[in-house]
């Protein structure tokens, strides 16, 4: 996902992540660093990642409406409903 929003931003005359460091800066997801995840822990994680990144998608998506860039827009509405998806397939995956 990130290389061709990073070419459409760099496109338009933006600028991108630009090492490990910077990215670590930015990283809105946390790490688990943890020995042992049960599965119904990591499902649960997994799925509330998504859940987080569906919205900053639709943040992202709201940017480029404001700057008519419908290309980029058009790119994050396939991985939105991509996420989106994933959410479901998590829940109905981690459910009892």
Same mark, same amino acid.
């Given at each position: 996902?990130? #290389? =061709? %929003? /990073?070419?459409?931003?760099?496109? &338009?005359?933006?600028?991108?992540?630009?090492?490990? +460091?910077? !990215? /670590?800066?930015?990283?809105? !997801?946390?790490?688990? #660093?943890? &020995?042992?995840?049960? =599965?119904? #822990?990591? $499902?649960?994680? $997994?799925?509330?990642?998504?859940? /987080? $990144?569906? +919205?900053? $998608?639709?943040? *992202?998506? *709201?940017?480029?409406?404001?700057?008519?860039? !419908? *290309?980029?827009?058009? %790119? !994050?509405?396939? @991985? %939105?409903?991509?996420?989106?998806?994933?959410? @479901?397939?998590?829940?109905?995956? +981690?459910?009892?």
């Amino acid at each position: 996902m990130t #290389d =061709p %929003l /990073a070419e459409r931003v760099r496109k &338009v005359g933006g600028t991108t992540l630009r090492s490990i +460091g910077h !990215i /670590a800066r930015q990283q809105r !997801i946390k790490d688990n #660093d943890a &020995v042992y995840v049960t =599965p119904e #822990d990591m $499902l649960a994680e $997994l799925r509330e990642d998504n859940a /987080a $990144l569906a +919205g900053r $998608l639709r943040e *992202a998506h *709201a940017v480029c409406e404001e700057h008519r860039d !419908i *290309a980029a827009a058009s %790119l !994050i509405e396939n @991985w %939105l409903d991509e996420t989106e998806r994933r959410c @479901w397939f998590l829940f109905e995956a +981690g459910r009892r």
